[in-house]
């Protein structure tokens, strides 16, 4: 990091301390101005009870870019942003952005996704491409109903033709 | 040869257009916003539009190799809706965003009162923003239209080496090159500019300031006709250099300016890059 992105992320990071509001203009040129993970410190800085934090980062993963959004998602677990947040892995996961889909899927939405939503999105990482290695908590969440869908798509595959992926092979 | 494109609409493109396009050496696009060949009829069609620009499409020219940036703006043509007015309240926090090099396309259409008004706030939406920005001149009294552009750009005082005036021709060439902005022409199949009127005007006014484009859209046109002009320079005499200044370091040099352009190849390339493919989930 250079000096003056040291000192432009010192600066901003003391604005959002003082005011959460602050980090809607500071957010989008973060990692430009404030080198890499300027993003996630200005998140960390936000301060008050879950339901502020939740609401500023809804509005921030809202308004934000592929690269914003990428950032919140995967700043998630060190936040206090309780179970709200949810809505927006579930957004995550409803697009076709590799990068996007995997940060759905770390720790935070292993913690908080429903079972159809966590089995939805294991399933959707398969089609993607995207190694379940990747997968937040997936040996702690795997269940029967998850080993008959990965089943049932590799069924799939080999009436296609197509190779079966290892590493659904080794989880059925 | 590597090949920038400063001025394509790849929304209304498909991927078999990327895969050709990165054969045929292009490696950098921006994208500028502007309408959708009928009426939007809300600022949130604008919004939803926005999001794409700066999401899905520079994710799926990245699956082929290519860099994508944007420029953002209310076009010419909606300046006209008052349905779509309230774009212009929420440009300045998409403004913001990494992968904007510029604003626009802004100018004008039909030289109305509506689009004056959202060209001057938009020249100082730039200038808040320290932006360039991408110009486009009307179809229709082409000449005038150029004429009055060029006023504009300078009562806003918006210095001009930071704005490009597109889609120009041999009537409206020498207006721009006068007045020190970047120049910028369309090539397409059949209206607009051909590469070898192309390359008579770059042997007239040279290579310095000019830059060509395809504005490939929805419309009849071709996203290759970068290169088509770069083959008929070298064919008529023009170095390897004079290519790569007009196709390459000329827009590299005009939306450098933003201070946001991001060239690392594939920087956003996804695992799957190599295999080509959008993945469907």
Sequence with gaps: MSQAEHEWLAQAVRRVEADPRAIHLLFPQAERRGGPDARGALLRALRGDSAVISAVISDLYVRGDSGERLAILSALPDLDAGPEAVGLVED??????????????????????????????????????????SVAGLERRFDAELARMLSDYAAELRAAGRPVPHDVMERI | MRIFDPHIHMT?????????????????????????????????????????????????????????????????????????????????????????????????????????????????????NDLPVLVHTPHRDKAAGTRRTLDVVRASGT?????????????????????????GFSIYPDTKMDPERMVAVLRQYGTARMLVNSAADWGR????????????????????????????????????????????????????YAGNTIKRG
């Design chain 1, 92 to 133: 995550a996961l409803r697009t076709n952005d590799t990068r996007l889909v995997a940060a759905a899927l770390g720790p935070y939405g292993s913690a908080w996704l429903d079972d159809h939503s966590f089995r939805q999105g294991v399933l959707k990482c398969v089609f993607m491409g995207i190694p379940l290695a």
């Design chain 2, 12 to 128: 209304s493109r498909t991927t078999d257009d990327y895969e050709r396009m990165h054969a045929a050496g292009v490696r950098a696009v921006v994208e500028p916003a502007f309408w959708l060949g009928q009426p939007r009829t809300n600022v949130g069609s604008f919004l939803d539009y926005f999001d794409a620009l700066l999401g899905w499409e520079p994710y799926r020219a990245a699956q082929y190799g290519i860099r994508h940036h944007c420029a953002l703006a209310l076009n010419p043509k909606e300046a006209n809706d008052r349905r779509c007015a309230g774009v212009l309240a929420e440009l300045p926090r998409y403004l913001l965003k990494d992968s904007v090099v510029a604003v626009g396309e802004v100018g004008y259409d039909s030289m109305t009162a509506e689009e004056e008004h959202a060209f001057e706030t938009q020249l100082t939406l730039a200038r808040e």
């Design chain 2, 159 to 183: 210095p001009p080496e930071r704005v490009l005036v597109d889609h120009l021709n041999e009537v409206t060439v020498g207006l721009v090159a006068d007045s020190g902005c970047w120049m």
């Design chain 2, 221 to 272: 046109s071709d996203p290759l006709k970068t290169r088509a002009v770069a083959d008929a320079m070298l064919a008529a005499g023009f170095g390897a250099d004079d290519v790569e200044q007009v196709l390459w370091r000329n827009p590299v040099a005009f939306y450098g300016q933003s201070g946001r352009l991001s060239l690392e190849a594939g920087a956003e390339a996804g695992p799957d």
